[in-house]
């Protein structure tokens, strides 16, 4: 009797043994098929390309790339895998969760920040594009007088130079989704292209359409898919320096205003302005060429947060805020006059008894004071606040525009002005990226700053034919004074703003 219980025993614990054992194996087979599920959505597996993180992949750093990937896989993990309480095996379906990204600062602003050559790249881009733009003042000059004496006034011919400006700053809304789907560096190649080509095509302009079409709307169209993804940069490296990077980067507006004015001045004296026009489309394709290769960036701008998580989506309307309005508001009235002085520098010269040479040497001032003002404002608004800054330089801006140009009957007051306004007037370009970034979030700075840069395309686009208009028909103070009230009516905006940010202090630092 004893063996028979002994025996029975041994029997239960060998058949609970077994049972142990195969519990293991389908446990083993349940892990097994979880990741041949898992397999299935090889799509949910994606990684950004190294190239997108780095200019060249030996100088791609492990400690962000491994960041990067870690973030990425954070963002996906969102959508996860449940086990089916019936047949135990492991499905896929989506988790209600917060899926808004949200970049994760990097660890050094210094000069172990790869950071630092976007900020390189988006000075050679501002060199060449916005030096250009603020040098259209020369060739307008010379269209109307010579080469398209009779056929044109400074209303009409304004609008080659001011269509350029309204579309390499409106277009960035539209080139958001390209990026998502190309990348920056893949956008910033198109651009690369076509500005420079647009140049070569104008000097082969033999009627006045062909200056819109070549050194108006395709040079505009080209500096966009530049522009855009490049201002962008700096603002996904840094944090505490980010004012200080962005300042720095936009700087190269002024110093290319400083540089090309009068070497195009010199060209056309030289060798005429066809020649000219080729020569510049060549160097700036250099520039551009260097440019694209040491634009580097963290991550593609997020898709929308509204449920359009389409490519194509241009417009967010989760960024859409009181706080955004009022941004909006001071982005469409402050380009009314801000690239006014630029264009209208030599015509201005010739009126109060100077020669054109003049003007341009005037533009080259008015940039070198843009260059410093750009930079300087960067490093201060980093430690005063970003829209006291704003807020002062546009102030300013429009009083001397008011006051000292009105004023300004000589060769020495002009160049007051020039100086001045170039030290003030900066705050517009280097500010906005990082006011922008202040009120919707980094992560969405492409899109935010895409929809303000919409924002002035009429201003940019108006503007200057405006003041044109009110100088042919009423004179030079009329043209002045819109000018300066455009500023002044900005600066209510950023006021207004400004004080929503402090919650109503009027002292702080914000």
């Known amino acids: 009797m004893v063996d028979k219980n002994q025996e029975q025993l041994y029997r239960s614990d060998s058949d609970k043994s077994q049972n142990t054992c195969n519990e293991d194996i389908l446990e083993e087979d349940q892990k097994t098929l979880q990741v041949e599920k898992i397999d299935l959505y090889p799509e949910e597996n994606h990684y950004p390309a190294v190239l997108e993180c780095a200019p060249f992949p030996v100088l791609g750093s492990l400690d962000e790339i491994s960041q990067t990937l870690s973030r990425v896989k954070s963002n996906q993990t969102q959508k996860g895998f449940n086990i089916n309480e019936k047949t135990g095996e492991y499905i896929k379906e989506e988790i209600i969760k917060d899926s808004t990204f949200k970049q994760e600062a990097y660890h050094t602003d210094g000069f172990r920040n790869p950071g630092w050559l976007t900020v390189i790249s988006c000075f050679l881009v501002n060199f060449f594009v916005f030096g250009s733009c603020f040098s259209w003042g020369v060739y307008q000059k010379l269209y109307i007088s010579e080469v398209y004496a009779g056929q044109t006034d400074l209303l009409r011919i304004a609008f080659v130079g001011t269509s350029a400006s309204a579309l390499l700053l409106a277009l960035g809304m539209f080139i958001t989704p390209v990026i998502q789907k190309i990348g920056f560096r893949s956008t910033m190649a198109i651009g690369t292209v076509a500005a420079p080509l647009a140049l070569i095509l104008a000097s082969f302009a033999t009627e006045l359409w ?40 936009v700087s190269g507006s002024g110093v290319g205003g400083v540089c090309l004015s009068p070497m195009i001045q010199s060209l056309i004296v030289s060798i ?41 989506h241009i417009y967010d309307s989760s960024l859409i805020s009181r706080r955004f309005l009022l941004l909006l508001g001071f982005s469409f009235f ?54 006291n800054t704003m807020l002062i330089c546009t102030f300013l801006a429009g009083l001397f525009t008011m006051v000292i140009w009105q004023l300004s009957d000589s060769y020495s007051m002009f160049a007051t002005f020039c100086v001045l306004y170039g030290l003030t007037a900066g705050g517009f370009v ?26 002035t395309v009429i ?52």
């Open 430 to 455: 280097s500010l906005l990226p990082v006011t922008c970034a202040d009120i919707v979030g980094v992560e969405n700075i492409q899109k935010g700053l895409g929809m303000a840069y919409m924002t």
């Open 334 to 387: 402050v380009p009314f006059g801000y690239v006014a002085p630029f264009f209208l520098a030599p015509s201005y010269c010739e009126y109060i008894g100077l020669d054109p040479s003049t003007g341009a040497v005037m533009i080259s001032v008015m940039s070198a004071a843009n260059a410093i003002c750009r930079i300087t404002l960067g490093y201060l608004a980093d430690r005063s606040g970003r829209f």
């Open 272 to 312: 005429g302005y066809r020649n000219t026009l080729r020569i510049q489309g060549a160097f700036g394709f250099g520039l551009l060429c260097i440019s694209t290769a040491l634009a580097t960036s963290r991550y593609r701008p997020p898709l929308s947060a509204n449920g359009k998580n389409k490519w194509y």
């Open 459 to 510: 201003g940019n686009l108006l503007g200057t034919p405006i003041i044109g208009l009110l100088q042919g028909t009423f004179g030079w103070t009329a043209a002045i004074q819109f000018a300066g009230s455009m500023a002044m009516i900005s600066a209510v905006f950023m006021f207004i703003l400004r004080m929503s940010m402090s919650n109503g202090k009027l002292f702080a630092k914000v």
């Open 210 to 249: 062909h200056v819109y079409l070549s050194q108006g709307i395709l040079f505009g169209l080209g500096s966009a898919f530049v522009f855009s993804p490049s201002v962008t940069l700096p603002s996904q490296w840094f944090t505490s320096k980010r004012a200080l990077a962005t300042g720095i980067a």
